[in-house]
């Protein structure tokens, strides 16, 4: 059967109320299924109806509808038809179930550092019948009450507070009603570090081979976690509603963190199993104070369908960075937000997927996992960050306060968020939700300046595009060989309309006028002549870490609409990137030169002096005596990156920095293995070598680590081998597919990769039977989108028309077309 409709969806949501689920798992029956009892009670609108039921079992033992036994054999895919409903019905269900490899349902890892076994549950958009039978739609919510059984030495936790009660069995206190994408268990030989916080027990989990780190970040953890329940505390007027607060780092997560409630799920590599960067370590913060904040936007209010994500993710991702940023040590989220997060959302805004921030179009479930995407999460904290400025703090948080006792622990949708806002602050925030919600694509801001000497004579705000902005305006100058804020003021312009600057008439000319100065708004922005020439000759010198993110985003847009050529940007990371002194620039600055402009823009030919070009500017970032230690760990990290076979200098350096450590004896195991990969991408290393690597430390990132090695090996024999390990289904988790992608297309014959990428576009439709996860995974981190020719297109836009595509492939598949054309396009431009 498809995916459950949104039709589907409502009539389900009209005929049933879920009172509750009781879960019960027997996980002892070994490592390919799992015992699942399941017993929901639900009552019915109009007796004597029918519905269903969503799972997806690999047997089904047992169905008993109010006493009466159902016929197994009437599952049909992943529905199990109920028929003559009572007003009130209890629903039996007993199935095995399977374990995932792709963190989609119940997922399963072995860990290579000492054969431990750890589970947790992953319920994403249309996965949770994969780990229960369930009602999957995020309207119907319920409690949940949970039992389960685990080996020996085992620990578990679950949403709500519990214990185990002897003899490996485990139970859980009913929660709070929650949706079935909510649910979450987790299981193993874990190490736990425990707190308390304001009446709250708090804990951190992880499997035990990482106790080390886990006991070493605990206490950074629990300070950025005291902090933001804190600051939620004083935002919202509900106090945390779930009881007990833990959050679990568990291995292979497809995503940085969930929100399940009261059990925050992490990736472990947030543990840093090896040397951070400050913003790596800001990043988290972020992170944590994002998941915290959906326990408000998506746990206690639910979207009632997943058109109105953004009620989850944009608010989260809002007070993610803003919570971090005022509570914590870490300051600069909105540096990292600018120069990171919203490239990734303009990307995507700019792409024929584009959407508006509050879709309309989801009609299943099985799309609803392509709108996770930089639209719902950057610009929709870009969109909040305007409401706010329009609408001031005390309004927005009176609404929001508002919106909460509406529809507490209940579900809500885009119409009733704004009548909450419309009641408590008396604006007409409709009007603002038409033109910044419901609409998509990117405005552009620019200053229009007339000069008469050393005068400014008149000025103006223009906007191009089709919403209202409130942005800053700074004026600089350069002084002293420095380029020094001399004003700072406020705007605010309607689409179609030229907004005078009455505050620049009369004034001294400026070096550099910049719209969007605090980068406020959504908004691409142009500078003028005058004030890109500064830009090109003085960016280095900016005070203001946050203008200087502004205007790299600035830059690295340009390229992209092929209006910088990628020469031209080389030169600007080369002269001024090396005095850059916050890290999170010099990571974005860096993964973009390297994964678009030298891989895409690039022709081929020019490729290897490019790298080189990189590779300098890195060794004199890691020469310079005041780098610090977070801008040195990313140089280095881009010196490993971009050694190529013809610099024997640099691959001397490799192997120096192999042999000790790195230049600060903080290379790690991740930089390590990026060091080892190139290595087996120029020929230096062999099977042996990686397999005598990764016995001396068998840990899941040295396994992911030797995944990427192998497939980056430049052999025809190599090559096939990844080849059929990336194609055959379970052979590898999705973090070692993950990893073999990103090294297969490093090495490689010219008529070898021609090879493989018409088998790539032959082969690609034939992933789907494997769900989305693998789809998504081989569409994204497998394409060859460093072929950026108009041949590669054509093969590309045929593969688009295949019919066995599925919604998440093809749409993955589509905005990777969609970068393509436009590589293309800049490799095209004759630029002056």
Known sequence: MPALQRSEARTRARLINVHSYRLDFDLTRGEELFGSTTVIRFGCAEPGSDTFLDLRPAVLHRAVLNGRPLDPSALDGNRLTLTGLAAENELLVEADMRYSRTCEGLHRFSDPADGAVYLYASCAPNTAPLAFPCFDQPDLKAPFTVAATVPEGWTVIANSAGGQQGDGRWLFEPTQPISTYLFTLVAGPLHSVYSEHDGIPL???????????????????????????????????????????????????????????????????MLFHSAPTESERELRAAVVAHEMAHMWFGDLVTMRWWDDL?????????????????????????????????????????????????????????????NFDGISYAKGASALRQ?????????????????????????????????????????????????????????????EAAYQGDRIVSAELVPTGTRPHRVGIGVFDVQDGVVRLRDRFEAEVEPGCRTP?????????????????????????????????????????????????????????????????PAAYLELVAAHLPA??????????????????????????DRPAADALIGRVCRELLARPDAGESVRLVALRGAIDSTGASTGDELDDLNRWLAEGGPDGKLGTEMRWAALARLAAVGEIDEDRIAAEFAADPSSSANEGAARARAALPSPEAKERAWKLLFSDGELSNQLMQAAGAGFWESGAEELQQEYARRYF??????????????????????????????????????????????????????RVDDLRRAVRVRGTTFS
Not at 213 to 228: M, P, Q
Not at 339 to 353: F, T
Not at 773 to 790: D, E
């Open 203 to 269: 804990g951190l989990h992880a499997r035990r081979s990482l106790a080390a780190d886990l006991d070493r970040e605990a206490g950074e953890l629990f300070e950025v976690t005291r902090a933001s329940f804190d600051r939620m505390h004083t935002l919202f007027d509900e106090r945390y509603p779930f009881g007990k607060y833990d959050q679990a780092f568990v291995p292979e997560f497809n995503w940085g963190a969930m929100e399940n409630i009261g059990c925050v799920i992490f990736a472990d590599r």
């Open 387 to 447: 409401l706010v400025a329009w609408l001031g703090d005390e309004a927005f948080f009176a609404g929001s306060n508002e919106y909460f006792a509406r529809h507490r622990f209940g579900n809500a949708d885009l119409a009733e968020f704004l009548d909450a806002l419309a009641v408590t602050s008396g604006r007409d925030v409709q009007g603002w939700a038409d033109r910044w919600l419901r609409t998509s694509g990117v405005d552009t801001l620019r200053i």
């Open 762 to 815: 032959a082969e690609l439709p034939g992933v789907a039977v494997r769900g989305d996860i693998v789809a998504k995974v081989l569409a994204f981190r497998l394409f060859p989108g460093g072929r950026s020719t108009p041949e590669t297109v054509r093969a590309a836009e045929e593969c688009l028309t295949r019919e066995e595509l599925t919604p998440a492939l093809r749409r993955t598949l589509a905005d």
């Open 501 to 565: 600057l009455p505050q620049l008439t009369g004034a001294p000319r400026a070096a550099l006028l910049l719209p969007n100065h605090g980068d406020l708004t959504w908004a691409k922005i142009r500078l003028d002549e005058p004030s890109w020439r500064t830009v090109a000759e003085s960016l280095r010198t900016i005070e203001d870490p946050l203008v200087r993110a502004v205007l790299w985003e600035h830059a690295r847009d340009l390229v992209l609409d092929a209006e910088l050529a």
């Open 310 to 370: 953004w009620l989850n993710e944009s608010f989260a991702e809002y007070l993610g960075h803003r919570v971090a940023g005022e509570s914590t040590r870490f300051t600069g989220t909105w540096i990292s937000f600018a120069v990171k997060r919203k490239g990734w959302g303009y990307d995507a805004d700019q792409r024929s997927s584009t959407h508006p921030i509050a879709a309309t179009g989801v009609e299943s479930m099985a799309e609803a996992i392509i």
């Open 580 to 605: 850059e002194t916050a890290d999170i620039v010099v990571s974005a600055v860096l993964t973009f030169a390297r994964g678009n402009v030298i891989r895409c823009y690039l022709d081929p030919a």
